[in-house]
């Protein structure tokens, strides 16, 4: 029923930005806090910023100063603007969020990811 789609992805060179997005669907009550996660190949996933419902955010080390994770919960869209992106930075993007369903329960929802490649 719960949908998350990610996307936004693409090919940027070093020193560029991208924004992603993450839009919920399917009789949403409430999207609470959301995280956004990265996996490169031969990696684990990696937690890159989350954001509680009432915008409240926190990043990874490695993207302090650089990453900036909003939202819109009118929309049920959480977004990750990306500035001065490194080669480092390349990985799928995920997206995760608590979500509670109208009149249900709260669960855990992961969307399929984007990819971001930033290359020279």
């Known amino acids: 029923q719960v949908q998350l789609v990610e996307s936004g992805g693409g090919l940027v060179q070093p020193g560029g930005s991208l924004i992603l997005s993450c839009a919920a669907s399917?009789?949403?009550?409430?999207?609470?806090?959301v995280g956004w996660y990265r996996q490169a190949p031969g990696n684990q996933r990696e937690l890159v910023a989350i954001?509680?419902?009432?915008?409240?955010?926190d990043y990874a080390d490695s993207v302090k100063g650089r990453f900036t994770v909003s939202r819109d919960n009118a929309k049920n869209t959480v977004y990750l603007q990306m500035n001065n992106l490194k080669p480092g930075d390349t990985a799928v993007y995920y997206c995760?969020?608590?979500?509670?369903?109208?009149?249900?329960?709260?669960?855990?929802?992961w969307g399929q990811g984007t990819q971001v490649t930033v290359s020279s």
């Open positions: 995760n969020a608590d979500i509670q369903i109208t009149g249900g329960t709260l669960s855990d929802y």
């Open positions: 399917g009789g949403i009550f409430s999207m609470n806090t």
């Open positions: 954001i509680t419902k009432w915008g409240s955010a």
